[in-house]
């Protein structure tokens, strides 16, 4: 796995880094040389996934928490990928048959999440050269209709 150093002495958070484009962006990540900490409510999965990552030779801490509460985000940070998000058929719905309930829930993790982070992160980067903030949309901002794209346009 581990392919060049070209992230050496560097650190990466990535929410949402249990499965998909976290774990994928988390893995790439290691291959050249940066620690990453993956980030995901799942803790069993968000273990799986920084053990595998170590099992093939790079640097991974877990960190289950959910977005939507207060980041806790400590020591230095160099890159920061704001993935974590609800998007499953249950969110993909309009309004008004979400509810107001699922609604909030959904703009907690996928809007107020980022903000949480990245607010949560800033000051760790503050100074750090190259530091680096990425977040992860969707091309369903761009379909209306659904809560989960307003979410993702936002």
Do not use: W
């Not at 962006?25 to 050249?32: D, I, K, Q």
């Not at 640097?59 to 509460?69: F, I, P, R, Y």
């Not at 207060?70 to 998000?85: F, K, S, T, V, Y």
């Not at 703009?107 to 982070?117: D, K, S």
């Amino acid at each position: 796995m581990i392919d060049g150093d070209s992230y050496r002495d560097r650190t990466a958070v990535i929410t949402g880094g249990a499965r998909g484009f976290g774990r994928a962006f988390g893995a790439a990540l290691a291959a050249r040389g940066a620690h990453v900490v993956l980030v995901d409510l799942d803790s069993v999965a968000v273990e799986a996934a920084a053990t595998g990552i170590r099992t093939a030779g790079g640097a991974a801490t877990a960190l289950a928490g959910d977005v939507a509460n207060e980041a806790r985000i400590h020591g230095g940070i160099d890159i920061l990928i704001n993935n974590a998000g609800l998007h499953s058929d249950e969110y993909s719905k309009p309004i008004v048959d979400m509810g107001l309930a699922k609604t909030r829930r959904l703009f907690e993790v996928n809007v107020f999440g980022v903000v949480a982070c990245t607010l949560a992160a800033k000051p760790l980067m503050d100074g750090r050269q190259g530091a680096t903030i990425v977040n992860i949309s969707s091309s369903a901002g761009r379909r209306r209709g659904t809560d989960y794209g307003t979410s993702k346009l936002a």
